[in-house]
Nanobody
């Protein structure tokens, strides 16, 4: 399994970015997928998760601004980020295959992509 994120960059506050995660070797039919982020000086936190039973979760801080989606055929996970705020500045990680019995534990992780929002 290999997860490769792309689409990060620098954007002015209020702008938009779309992150992509190419998930080689991941069976989208059985694996939950998610986006996490790590803000400077803080622990990694869940941004959004997409489960196999079609339940989608968002953190309160991004609800209404970010949208998670996936293309099963292309084995790609997306995160559309709108109305970006300076507080969204972080390294964003793609994660695949939730560990059994763990809400936010995943077996596979990407290397991360930096998102910087400036005023």
């Amino acid at each position: 399994v290999q997860l490769v994120e792309s689409g990060g960059g620098s954007v002015q506050a209020g702008g938009s970015l779309q992150l992509s995660c190419a998930a080689e070797g991941v069976n989208f039919r059985i694996c939950d997928m998610a986006w996490f982020r790590q803000l400077p000086g803080k622990e990694r936190e869940l941004v959004s998760a997409f489960s196999r039973d079609s339940i989608i979760r968002y953190s309160d801080s991004v609800k209404g601004r970010f949208t998670i989606s996936e293309d099963d055929g292309a084995r790609t996970l997306y995160l559309a980020m709108n109305s970006l705020q300076i507080e969204d500045t972080a390294v964003y990680y793609c994660a695949a295959c939730r560990k059994y019995g763990e809400m936010d534990g995943f077996d596979y992780w990407g290397q991360g992509t930096q998102v910087t929002v400036f005023s």
